[in-house]
């Protein structure tokens, strides 16, 4: 009896053993999920933006669980994103001005992503006999008024000792620009890609500045409502999972990647690939150090800064831009430990 006891007792010590020292893979948390409620985004032809027409057409949205209706704002950037601000749409890609001029009026708004910076694509082009920024003392401008171009001409035009009083702003949209050139109803143009090109082609014109001239001047970046992202954060997270996969497939198969662009709109592929070289589309490492506090440009805060001053001057309310409430950057820093 005694030995049976010790039998039995043995078998038990063993079958602890091994449910103690088994190995086990290690289970993963499961993943939140998102809300499946319809999530409105915008595409338009911009390299910052190609992210979304890939995962679009990779089904990569929907394997994230996100139900996304995309709307078409080529036809009009600046009237969309008055249409993003005033709810019609959940996110957009806006440059940094915009959405702090936007926010200064008091549109409450929130950056998660920098998905590009603009390195020629931004541009002023001007008749052929003007040699210099300081031609343009007196002459036509064709430009958005009030939009980041705006901003960007100020750039320009400090640098060549001028200042806004000295020229002559005709508000006209960017992507009517080249219209108004070729009609000479302006002596330039402040506009960006493809339509610097066309400018400078049909014109006939010529490029006196671009935005390569001052790296950082106009970054863009994926801005969503406040109340999105605290409402439906897990909807926020997988769609900044989406875009990180895109852009990644971009960096590794860039051939493949303009193809796509290429079909969508209708373009031929050499022009998507130079336009790229003119608006760097940023990647996560880009991010991590865009949403860093420091005062350079190469900082999200830091361009927030000038543009805060330059808006200042200029007599609107900056009183609200700081750049802790709009600059989001919990989505990138989540995706970088979650590697």
Same mark, same amino acid.
């Given at each position: 009896?005694?030995?049976?006891?010790?039998?039995?007792?043995?078998? *038990?010590?063993?079958?602890? /053993?091994?449910?103690?020292?088994?190995?086990?893979?290690?289970?993963?948390?499961?993943?939140?999920?998102?809300?499946?409620?319809?999530?409105?985004?915008?595409?338009?032809?911009?390299? !910052?933006?190609?992210?979304?027409?890939?995962?679009?057409?990779?089904?990569?949205?929907?394997?994230?669980?996100?139900?996304?209706?995309?709307?078409?704002?080529?036809?009009?950037?600046? =009237?969309?994103?008055?249409?993003?601000? +005033?709810?019609?749409?959940?996110?957009?890609?806006?440059?940094?001005?915009?959405?702090?001029?936007?926010?200064?009026?008091?549109?409450?708004? *929130?950056?998660?992503?920098?998905?590009?910076?603009?390195?020629?694509?931004? /541009?002023?082009?001007?008749?052929?006999?003007?040699?210099?920024? /300081?031609?343009?003392?007196?002459?036509?401008?064709?430009?958005?008024?009030?939009?980041?171009?705006?901003?960007?001409?100020?750039?320009?035009?400090?640098? !060549?000792?001028?200042?806004?009083?000295?020229?002559?702003?005709?508000?006209?949209?960017?992507?009517?620009?080249?219209?108004?050139?070729? @009609?000479?109803?302006?002596?330039?143009?402040?506009?960006?890609? %493809?339509?610097?090109?066309?400018?400078?082609?049909?014109?006939?014109?010529?490029?006196?500045?671009?935005?390569?001239?001052? %790296?950082?001047?106009? %970054?863009?970046?994926? *801005?969503?409502?406040?109340?999105?992202?605290?409402?439906? %954060?897990?909807?926020? /997270?997988?769609?900044?999972?989406?875009?990180? =996969?895109?852009?990644?497939?971009?960096?590794?198969?860039?051939?493949?990647?303009?193809?796509?662009?290429?079909?969508?709109?209708?373009?031929?592929? $050499?022009?998507?690939?130079?336009?790229?070289?003119?608006?760097?589309? $940023?990647?996560? =490492?880009?991010?991590?150090?865009?949403?860093?506090? +420091?005062?350079?440009?190469?900082?999200?805060?830091? +361009?927030?800064?000038?543009?805060?001053?330059?808006?200042?001057?200029?007599?609107? @309310?900056?009183?609200?831009?700081?750049? +802790?409430?709009?600059?989001?950057?919990?989505?990138?820093?989540?995706?970088?430990?979650?590697?």
């Amino acid at each position: 009896m005694k030995k049976s006891i010790l039998t039995i007792f043995a078998v *038990v010590l063993v079958v602890l /053993a091994i449910a103690l020292f088994w190995p086990v893979s290690p289970q993963k948390p499961e993943a939140k999920k998102t809300s499946a409620r319809p999530l409105i985004l915008c595409r338009y032809y911009w390299p !910052g933006n190609f992210w979304i027409d890939i995962a679009w057409k990779k089904g990569w949205f929907d394997e994230a669980g996100l139900k996304v209706d995309l709307i078409d704002t080529n036809p009009d950037y600046h =009237r969309f994103i008055e249409e993003m601000v +005033a709810g019609k749409m959940d996110a957009n890609n806006f440059t940094l001005f915009d959405m702090l001029d936007f926010i200064s009026r008091g549109a409450d708004l *929130v950056a998660v992503i920098k998905t590009d910076e603009s390195c020629g694509a931004d /541009a002023i082009v001007v008749r052929k006999e003007i040699e210099k920024i /300081a031609e343009l003392r007196g002459k036509t401008i064709g430009i958005k008024t009030g939009s980041y171009l705006e901003y960007i001409l100020n750039v320009a035009l400090e640098r !060549g000792g001028l200042t806004m009083e000295d020229v002559i702003l005709k508000d006209v949209t960017a992507e009517n620009a080249v219209d108004a050139f070729i @009609n000479k109803k302006v002596d330039a143009v402040t506009t960006w890609e %493809p339509f610097v090109g066309e400018a400078i082609l049909k014109g006939p014109g010529t490029k006196l500045f671009d935005t390569s001239q001052f %790296p950082g001047v106009s %970054p863009s970046v994926l *801005v969503f409502h406040r109340r999105v992202v605290a409402e439906r %954060p897990e909807d926020v /997270a997988a769609c900044v999972r989406v875009w990180n =996969r895109a852009v990644l497939f971009i960096q590794e198969n860039p051939q493949a990647a303009y193809n796509i662009i290429a079909g969508i709109y209708q373009a031929p592929v $050499s022009d998507v690939e130079q336009f790229v070289k003119t608006d760097r589309i $940023s990647d996560l =490492r880009e991010n991590i150090q865009a949403f860093s506090y +420091a005062a350079g440009m190469d900082s999200l805060h830091g +361009a927030s800064q000038r543009i805060r001053n330059f808006l200042l001057r200029k007599g609107i @309310n900056a009183g609200k831009l700081n750049s +802790a409430n709009f600059l989001d950057d919990r989505f990138v820093v989540r995706l970088k430990y979650s590697k």
